[in-house]
Every structure is written in C-alpha cells, then in structure tokens.
Nanobody, 120 residues
Framework: VQLQASGGGLVQPGGSLRLSCTASGSIFGIDNMAWYRQAPGKQRELVAIISSDGSTLYVDSLKDRFTISRDNAKNTVYLQMSTLKPEDTAVYYC???????????????WGQGTLVTVSS
C-alpha cells in the first residue's frame, strides 16, 4: 500500500493551494483519512480528519481556512487551503487508517509529505 501526496509548492500569503493524497495497492477498506503537518523545528500536528462517511474534525485554529474532503471511489483525500499565511509553511502529510484484506487489522499508513511554502 502506498499513499502519494501532491499539490504542495510555493504560494504567496493570502493565496490558496489544494493538496491531494491517493492510496493505492491492496486495499480492502479505508476508515479515517487525515492531514498532518510539520513545520521546521516543530512536532508534527494534526490538521484535519475525515471519516469514511464524510464527518470531519479540524484543529480549531484552521477550520475557517482549511477544508478536508475525500473521494472514496478514488481512495483520495484532499485539503483545500485558503488565505494561507507564512506560519502555514510546513511539510504536509496524509494519513489513512486502512486494512488490506477483510482479515487484517486496520493500520495507519503515511504519505511521503508534500512541502508547502508560504512566502512573498
């Protein structure tokens, strides 16, 4: 199983970006999907979670600017980020709780991270 994240890049303050992360490989089912981020010199932190039925949970400080969504048919989770600030600069990681077969336990898988830089 692989999680491939994309969509990062350099954006000016106030701009927007949309991150994508697709899970591929032997997948029986995916439960929660999430985005985390890790800024330079800081610990990785949760950004948002979305369940298989579309319920969402956000870090309070980001919920007005970030939107998480998913396409279950494509095993893909998205993060729409708007009104970006320099403090949003970080490597963004996707996470999925999934099982490979009906007989496996649900395990967490991580994407490789995509760098978002907010700078003028």
């Amino acid at each position: 199983v692989q999680l491939q994240a994309s969509g990062g890049g350099l954006v000016q303050p106030g701009g927007s970006l949309r991150l994508s992360c697709t899970a591929s490989g032997s997948i029986f089912g995916i439960d929660n999907m999430a985005w985390y981020r890790q800024a330079p010199g800081k610990q990785r932190e949760l950004v948002a979670i979305i369940s298989s039925d579309g319920s969402t949970l956000y870090v309070d400080s980001l919920k007005d600017r970030f939107t998480i969504s998913r396409d279950n048919a494509k095993n893909t989770v998205y993060l729409q980020m708007s009104t970006l600030k320099p403090e949003d600069t970080a490597v963004y990681y996707c996470n999925a709780l999934l099982r490979e077969t009906p007989f496996n336990s649900t395990l967490p898988y991580w994407g490789q991270g995509t760098l978002v830089t907010v700078s003028s």
